[in-house]
Structures are given as C-alpha cells and as structure tokens.
C-alpha cells in the first residue's frame, strides 16, 4: 500500500495563488479539498491553521465558508516554504514602508505649511503667538522627522524588493551546489 503525502501548507495556499485573482476570488473548504487526495476534514484543519497564523483569510462564514488568500501571502506559488517566507517577509515592509512613507509625506507637508505662515506673517507684519526663532526650530525638527520617516519608508520598500530575491538566489546557489 502506497502513503500519499499530506499536501505541506504551501500546497493548500498554491490552490489559492493560481487563481486568476488570488486576493479576490474564493474557494469553499470542498473547492480546495478537491485538488489533494485526503478528506474534507483534513482539508478544514488546514485551512483553519491557516487562517490562525493570517495566511488565509475567512471570507465568508456560513455553509459552506468562502477562503481567500491573505494579501501578506505571496501572489504566485511557490514550491519552496523558504521562498514563500521571504516573500512574505517582503510584503510585510512592503506594507510598512507605503505607511511610513506616507506619514513621512504629511510631516513634510506639515513643514511647508509652518515655514509658509512664518514666512507669510514676517512679509505682512502679522505677529503670531510664536516667534520666528520658534517658528524656525519647530519647522526643522518637524523636517527632520519628516525625512526620517521617509527614509525609513523607502528602506523598508527596498527591502521588500531585494529579500524575496536574494532568498531566491540563494536557495538556487545552494541546491545547484547540492546537486554537484
């Protein structure tokens, strides 16, 4: 008698990674079961675990539960679980790097706004309730952070480029080097 692997976590999520839209579209717990040769029970503890660990996301509760594909997991599949850890990894400072950018960006906006009623009072003679050397310094701390959020936020942004495919060359570097 011949034992048929249980299909590995990477396995069930690829079902969901070849769909034309894997964020989007849905498959019921009896779509899924349908690509591995186990039980709907099985099936239902995997995807349970999945959605435990935010692989999988519950969709639509009910009979029968509708599963997609949790927009931190990787859109392609992938065949090896160090890849797909890497690419999750990805986009994760992906998703904080458009965050912190972002905040960066209205910090900044926040200094233009500053530095233009500084410079707005001082050429009508207006006097504000904070004086120019105040104005000044508010306006330079508030940049610096500023920049540094928007720094912050594209170092995130290139790692979430650069890990996926460092891992991937490496991962190929060493099983051709296994190979030999």
């Not at 186990?38 to 969709?59: F, P």
């Not at 859109?75 to 790097?97: H, T």
């Not at 006097?127 to 104005?135: D, F, N, V």
Request: proline letters at 6%; a negative charge.
């Amino acid at each position: 008698m011949t034992m048929v692997p249980s299909p590995t976590d990477e396995d069930v999520l690829n079902v969901f990674r070849e769909l034309d839209e894997p964020y989007e579209h849905t498959l019921t717990t009896n779509e899924v079961t349908e690509e591995f040769p186990v039980q709907r029970r099985a099936v239902q503890g995997y995807v349970k675990d999945l959605e435990g660990a935010n692989r999988l996301v519950l969709d639509h509760e009910g009979k029968p539960n509708h599963w997609r594909l949790a927009r931190t997991e990787p859109s392609e599949p992938v065949y090896d679980p160090r890849l797909g850890k890497a690419k999750r990894w990805g986009n994760k400072a992906k998703f904080v790097g458009n965050w912190t950018t972002l905040f960066g960006i209205a910090i900044l906006a926040a200094v233009g706004i500053i530095t233009s009623n500084h410079v707005f009072s001082a050429v009508a003679d207006i006097g504000l309730p904070m004086s120019s050397a105040q104005s000044a310094i508010t306006a330079g701390l508030t940049g610096v952070l500023g920049s540094g959020l928007f720094l912050i936020g594209f170092a995130a942004y290139i790692f979430s480029f650069s890990v996926p495919r460092l891992a991937e060359w490496w991962i190929n570097r060493t099983s051709c080097s296994d190979a030999e």
